[in-house]
């Protein structure tokens, strides 16, 4: 089991920025990649931007690219989201996922809401 919890969503006008992190505990050592989703109310969860553990390469959502950049410390298990320009569009529930082996995202944080007013 691996167990995430998020913080550091807020409310920010638009154009500002906010940072969220991810902290993981548990087995983490077999992860693949970790992820940041998001769902808007009345929207689907959406991927926002996806790293791999060892590699650390990233993926990125075409509408957050050059705004928004995942990083990762692995020695303190975390990830994080640094999100800037933000727009009233990113106003959402942001979670933290989990893809131990590359079997798909099994472990969700319980998410931290992110709302951007105009």
């Known amino acids: 089991q691996v167990q995430l919890v998020e913080s550091g969503g807020g409310l920010v006008q638009a154009g500002g920025s906010l940072r969220l992190s991810c902290a993981a505990s548990?087995?983490?050592?077999?992860?693949?990649?970790m992820g940041w989703f998001r769902q808007a109310p009345g929207k689907e969860r959406e991927p926002v931007a996806v790293i791999r553990w060892s590699a650390g390469s990233t993926t990125y959502a075409d509408s957050v690219k050059g705004r928004f950049t995942i990083s990762k410390d692995n020695a303190k298990n975390m990830v994080f989201l640094q999100m800037n320009s933000l727009k009233p569009e990113d106003t959402a529930v942001y979670y933290c996922?989990?893809?131990?082996?590359?079997?798909?995202?099994?472990?969700w944080g319980q998410g931290t809401q992110v709302t951007v007013s105009s």
């Open positions: 996922a989990s893809n131990p082996g590359g079997s798909g995202y099994i472990f």
């Open positions: 548990g087995r983490t050592f077999s992860t693949y990649t």
